[in-house]
C-alpha cells in the first residue's frame, strides 16, 4: 500500500516535520554564530516566522508542545544540576534578598501600572503583575557554556529565580481561590501540606533512590540516562499534583540530584548534550509560535500599551538587579549578568496568565500582548546575557593562575581491564578545570618473547580508554612503551610528556621478585617527584558523601603541598562531597587559611588526629559512600613518618568497603639527597 505525502501548509506527516525543525535547529545556529547572534534569538523568530501567525508552515500541535514542554523543564533541570550547592549555601541569604527584590519591585509597580494607568480590576491587576514579576532562565544555556554556571552573580540569580516564581504562583494560587471561594484555613492548610510533602519527597527521597539505582547500573550508561529523566519528569509531576507548576519539581530534581552527577562524567555530557540540542530548541521554536505579530497593528493604543509594557517590564527587573549590586558590591559586569537571566518571561508567565484568561479574569488581548512580551523579553535576556557573559568570562579568565605554572598532565597507566574505566573517571575528575590537557593512557609491554601478543591485549584495553573518556568530552592521548619493564617504561613515559601526576590503580598481590626488586609504586616513589595517586574504587565516585583526608604533620611545608590541597578541592567539587580533613592540629590550621583563600569554595571540617595509628581504629565512624584519602609522603621527606608504610595495606584489608586514594605529594629532589629531619609526629607538634 503505497501512501502518498501531502505538502500542504501547515505540514502534517510527523517525518516532514521533525525533518524541518532539525534543518531549522542546525541552519540558525551555524548562521547566527557567524553574525554573531545568540542561538536564542534565532529560534524564536524562527518559530514566529514558520508558525500559526507567521507563513502556517507548522502547528504548534500537541508533539510542538510535548517537545516544548520537555525543553523548558530541561532549562530548569539542568539550571539545578550544575548550581554550586556550596556557593548557594554561603549566598542563601543574597539569594532570598534578589528573590524577594525581583518579585516585590516588578509585581507592584505591574499592578499600580494595569490598575492606574490602563484602568484594570485590582485582581486582573495583580495577575497582570505578576507578568511583571516571574521570569524563566531562558538564557541559562548561555552561561553554560560560557563555564560560568558556578559564578555567584550566577548561583543568586537561579536562587532568585526560584524564589520569585514560587511566590507567583502562590499569588495565582490565591486569585484562583478567591475567584472559586476557596480561601478557608482548611483551603491553605492542604495546600501547604501538599507542598510540603512534594519537596520534602524531591529532595531527601529521590536522592536516596538514586543511590541505590546508580550502585546496581553503574556500568549501563543508557539505562542511568533514561533513569536521570523518569527522575526529572516524576518531580515535574509530582508539583503539578502539590498545585505549583512542573518547572518548581523539574529544578528541585536538578538540586537532588546534583551532588550524584558529576560535572565531568559521562552521563553529565549526555545530559547537556540532549538537552541543548534537541529538547531546549524545540521549546524556543514553540515560544516563538505563540507570537501573534498582529497585535501590533490593532492601533496606537494597542501598540502604546504594549510599549508601555515591555519597556516597564524590561525596567523593573534592572532595578531589582541594580539594587542588589549596590547592596553587596557586585560589579557592573555581574549586575548585568544577573538582569539579563532575570529579564525572560516565558513557562510561568505563560501558566499565569493562561490560568487567567480561562478563568476570565483577563481577556484574550492581554494573552496576546503576555506572548509579546515573552519575544521581546526574550530577545533582549540573550543579547544582554550574552555580551555580559562574555565580558565576565573574559575578566574570569585573566584571574586564573599564571600559565607558566605547570598544568595538569595525567598519566594513567593500564594494567587491569576491569579497572579502565574508574581510573579514566577518577583522572578526569582529578584535572584542573582551568587546562585543556588530555589524559594519558599508558600501556607498557615488556620487551620479551611475547611482546607481539601483549601489545594486541595492551592496544585493545586503550581503545576502551578512550572509548569511555570520549563520552565525556575529555581528550585523550595513548601512549605505548615497550621496555625492559613496567616501572621503567612509566618513567620513560613520565619524562617525554613531561607528565605531572600519575594516577595508578592499586594491586594488593606482592610477589617474591616484587619483595627482593620492590614493586612498581616503589620504583616510582624512588625516581621520580611528581605527584603520584594509588587508588582503589570500590564504590561507584558518583555516590561519594565525604572525603576523608588523613593528613602528616609537616605536610604543608612541602613542595606539592598547594597541588594536592587542589586536587582534594577539585574532587570535592566534583562529586558534590563534604571533606573532613583529619591531622595534627597545627597542619589543620594552615588547610583552614589554605582553602580560606583558594578557590573552588568547598564545605570542608577538621577533626584532630594524634597519630597515624588512630586510622585503624576509625572504621566505626565511617560509612561505605565516604572515601579516604591519605597524604603519605617519599622516604626522608620532611613529613615522612615510619606509620605510612603500613597504611595502604592497612586501608585494603579493614576499609574493604570504602573506596581509598594514597597520595604521595609532589616532591623536591634535593628534599630527598639531602636527607632532611624526620618530624613525623613528634610529641611536641600540634
Known sequence: MKLALKLTLPFEDPVLIFTLVLFIILV??????????????????????????????????????????????????????????VGFKKTKSRS???????????????????????EYEFKSAVLLGCMFASHTLLA??????????????????????????????????????????????TYWMILALKLAVFVAVVLFVFPMIAKFVFKRIESEKGAQFIFVLAMVFAASFLAELAGVEAILGAFLAGLALNQLIPHTSALMNRLEFVGNNIFVPFFLLSVGMLVDVSVLFEGWQALATIV?????????????????????????????????????????????????????????????????????????????????????????????????????????PIANPATIENLIDLSIMLKNPDYHEPIYPLAVVIDNEH???????????????????????????????IDMNISSGILRAMKEMMITEVVLG??????????????????????????????????????TRRIIVIVPLNTELERGYLRWIRSVKTLSVQLGAKILFRGRRRTLNKIKQTLATTKPIVEAEFEPLTDFKEVENMKTKLAKDDM???????????????????????????????????????????????????????????
Open 28 to 85: 540558525s545556529t551555524i548562521i547566527l554564530k557567524r553574525i554573531k547572534i545568540p542561538g536564542i534569538v534565532g529560534l524564536i523568530i524562527a518559530g514566529v516566522i514558520i508558525g500559526p501567525n507567521g507563513f502556517g508552515i507548522l502547528q504548534r500541535d500537541a508533539s510542538m508542545i510535548l517537545f516544548g514542554t520537555v525543553g523548558i523543564l530541561y532549562i530548569m533541570f539542568l539550571a539545578g544540576l550544575e548550581m554550586d550547592m
Open 96 to 118: 532570598i534578598t534578589y528573590g524577594a527584590l525581583t518579585f516585590l519591585v516588578p509585581i507592584i509597580i505591574g499592578a499600580l501600572t494595569f490598575f492606574y494607568l490602563f
Open 140 to 185: 541559562y544555556p548561555i552561561v553554560s557554556k560560557l563555564g560560568l554556571a558556578k559564578n555567584e552573580a550566577v548561583t543568586v540569580t537561579i536562587g532568585g529565580t526560584i524564589i520569585t516564581d514560587t511566590a507567583v504562583l502562590i499569588v495565582l494560587a490565591i486569585i484562583v481561590g478567591s475567584m472559586e471561594g476557596n480561601i478557608s484555613a
Open 308 to 412: 508601555i509594557v515591555i519597556i516597564l517590564a524590561i525596567l523593573t527587573k534592572w532595578i531589582a538587579a541594580f539594587i542588589t549590586q549596590k547592596l553587596y558590591g557586585y560589579s557592573l559586569t555581574q549586575r548585568n549578568l544577573i538582569f539579563g537571566l532575570s529579564t525572560a518571561r516565558a513557562a510561568a508567565t505563560l501558566a499565569v496568565i493562561l490560568v487567567g484568561f480561562e478563568m476570565g479574569i483577563v481577556e484574550e488581548f492581554a494573552l496576546n500582548l503576555t506572548v509579546v512580551l515573552i519575544l521581546a523579553t526574550s530577545l533582549v535576556s540573550s543579547f544582554i546575557t550574552e555580551r555580559a557573559g562574555r565580558a565576565l568570562a573574559i575578566i574570569e579568565s585573566r584571574r586564573k593562575p599564571d600559565l607558566s605554572e605547570k598544568p595538569d598532565r595525567i598519566l594513567v
Open 451 to 481: 611482546a607481539e601478543e601483549e601489545i594486541f591485549k595492551k592496544n585493545k584495553m586503550l581503545q576502551e580508554a578512550i572509548k569511555h573518556a570520549s563520552a565525556t568530552d575529555n581528550d585523550v592521548q595513548l601512549v605505548s612503551k
Open 506 to 543: 592499586w594491586n594488593a598481590k606482592i610477589t617474591t621478585r616484587d619483595r627482593i626488586f620492590g614493586t612498581v609504586l616503589d620504583n616510582l616513589l624512588e625516581n621520580t617527584e611528581q605527584m603520584i595517586l594509588v587508588s582503589k574504587i570500590v564504590q561507584p565516585l558518583n555516590t
Open 628 to 686: 579516604i584519602v591519605v597524604i603519605s609522603a617519599r622516604r626522608g621527606t620532611i613529613s615522612y613518618n615510619s606509620n605510612m608504610d603500613y597504611v595502604p595495606r592497612l586501608l585494603s584489608r579493614n576499609y574493604k568497603e570504602n573506596s581509598f586514594i594514597i597520595v604521595y605529594p609532589e616532591q623536591n629532589p634535593m628534599l630527598q639527597e639531602n636527607g632532611y629531619l624526620n618530624l613525623g609526629y613528634a610529641a611536641d607538634g600540634r
